[in-house]
């Protein structure tokens, strides 16, 4: 184990206030969850006067980061339940399970192998009726479908020479949405990056939300070492899944401040990471945004839902505003908080219910608003949106691409907005 | 609201409290775009934004217009403030004592002893913070100081609990947004109660997120006025009010930066040209032609000199004089030299003169024409 952070949060920063509880969605979906100023700064201080305090609960924190955004006083309330869930005995069977659900990047390599029987097996009802049985893994939810890991670095010659950006696609795109990460790079392209991919693995939230900080440590390491030579060339790291760049810019440099060299790769890291949106709109700010949209032949109605892991980054919200120019494109942001999916939370059987309760204002939302598609960055939002929904959803970099007149192949919105539950939870990008 | 996506916008307001939550919403009115940055949400958690004007000049410039300007805002929020400058109000408080209002949200407008004969104060049961009993005797011998001749009982409802959960107005102002049994449980509980009073005051708890709409609906059931009384932190009214507010001001294109402190004011020659927000990763830095300061009270660290004073038009100048950037302009409690227990009332006024100044609409703020 690694000793103890210095940096300390100071707990005499917090004031009992609540604010963290009141903008918590677990509180507001279970009616005994604690809420995060028990299981954070109240649960750090009898750790710290050695009280034995260990409770389940803190397996129900989302890692949404609310908390921390709400604290008039900056305590790290979601770092502090962290150290909580690090600290938790689990029950065997809930070890294993959290022991895969920790590592989405092995988990990929080995789908992957033959994506075809991977998504076979997955989709076999006495196979997850099996998975329900001895890993509790809900059997209400589709696994998204696995692909060939096939994402790599544009052709160098075939494209204009532009300010190099290294894409980190994250698991989801990289064992599941390779076409999406293609896309990320075509648009990087065309708006005067040469983009090419990291050969990186998982960010290691998934390890963190699953209470496993040293496998976490270990990919953070793996990571800054993997991308320090593009960072001190001067190029810039993009990420398009908001938790992979939520984990690039802080939790590198949490989980690595006690190595002071990693340490300083780490804040090199971070400071260079960037959303993908948020690089464009830097790019709309110096006058170098691409804006050859082609005319716009019907409207698009779109709702735009903001990830927890979004709001986190202090970017504002960049997506909406870059797809608000885009012609034809009718966007409303949905602003009905989180949607309860959490990463592998959502897969949870016993989390499962509090999952769909938490997002039950944002399904709401969407169904009032009935829009052609939802368009949000996180893929584990799509999966429960559509879950919980029916209404197709996508990543706004799909719209975006789509919007310029280029002859990539257009993604066609045939959103099913019957709202009733729909069983295909993969947004597919062909 | 121009359709670009940028990180200059034509004002950046600090602080989410009732000063900046103002004149966010002044600006935007003059078409702006609006950046609103905040360490936190304000003091909401804490009150109900209730308003006094008693230790200001009725008469002082921009006054009225502000607080019309602020009453019209909270009805288009759907927390509609009633009241006007010269009304007081006397609206109960959890300590059985009554505080002077010149405006307050419209569920707590019906608190005041001169409107009702008959109350009943409404605890619930396993509610530990709200002591009906204890409310309603001291409302009594307060109403009767104020010349009213309002009487007061204490009732107790009972609402079913979930497993596991603690009664606790957090968990009950979810519940009132979230579910539909809950509210009619609620107006069942409190039928009964209702057939023999004129006002039910309760602990607040009528939702988070709720607006007129819903909580009119229980008025309409019961056929009787409601006053929300503010518990404890979380206050639920106060934070209705925030809530109601931040969905507003976002849909007339206010860009919100909630949770981020300001780490640095970008002042070069006289002029802020933005701020340095402490961001993950590295300072997000926003741009702006005007900044607004409305951190309150406690954190008036950010600007170069420790204590200032303002120019008319509520610039912050230095110990010598000179104002700290031409572009800069302070409003809500900040301001020093003004009366602190104003509440929310200068808030209001030069958050107001604030965000028409950033327009270029030249209210005035007339210092020392409080009363």
Redesign the interface.
Known sequence: MRKDRKDEVSLDNCLK???C??ACPV??AH??YPGPKRLGPELERMRREGIECDTEWVEYCLGCHRC???????VNVSELIARAKAAHKKTPVRRLRDFWLARPGLLGKLNTIVPEVTNFSLGLKPVRKLMSMFMKITPERKFPAYTKPDLRTPNVVAMNKGERVVFFPGCFIQYNQPELGRRVLELLELNGFQPEVASTGCCGVPSLANGNSEEAYKRATANVNSMMEAVNSGARIVTACSSCG?M???GFAHLLEDDPDLATKAAKI????YDL?EL???Q??AGKFNTRFAPATATLKLAYHAPCHQK???????WY??L??VPGVEIE?L?AGCCGMSGTFGFKEEKYPVSMEVG??LFAAISATAPQAVVTECATCQMQIEHGTGFKAVHPAIVLLNAYATDAKQYSFTADTSGKPKDDNMPSCA | MS??????FDVIIAGAGVAGLTSAAAAASRGLRV?LVS????TF??GAGCVEIQNMNSKTPSLAEAIAFFCKLTDLAGCGFYGAIDEHRYIPTILGSFQAVSLAPFYMWNGDPSASNEVAVVGIKGLSSFNSQFIAERLATHASDLGQSAAYVAKEIALS?????IPGT??FG?RYD?EPRFREELRNALKPIASNVDLIALPGILG?KSGRKEIEWLERELGCMICEIPTL??SIPG?RLFNRLE?HL?KIGV?F?????IQQLLIKEGRCKGVL??????P?K?TSETLILATGQFSGKLLPTPSFSFTTDLRPVDSTGAVIADNIFAAGAILQNTPAHAGNAIAILTGYVCGMAAAGVGAQYAQGSQG
């Open positions: 206030c609540t604010d509880n009141t509180v507001t009616p005994a921390d955004l709400a604290c008039p006083n900056q939520h690039l810019k802080t971070a400071a260079n990471t949106a464009l709109v830097a709309q700010d986190s980054q202090g970017i504002g919200r960049p505003h870059l608000r120019q942001d602003n039950g204002e | 359709n670009v996506a940028s990180n200059h950046a360490s936190g949400p304000g958690v804490f609990v979930e497993p596991g959960a957090l968990r979810h979230r988070l932190p979380p934070l969905v976002r860009e930066f909630l949770g981020f402190p927000l402490e961001t993950p990763g590295r997000q926003i």
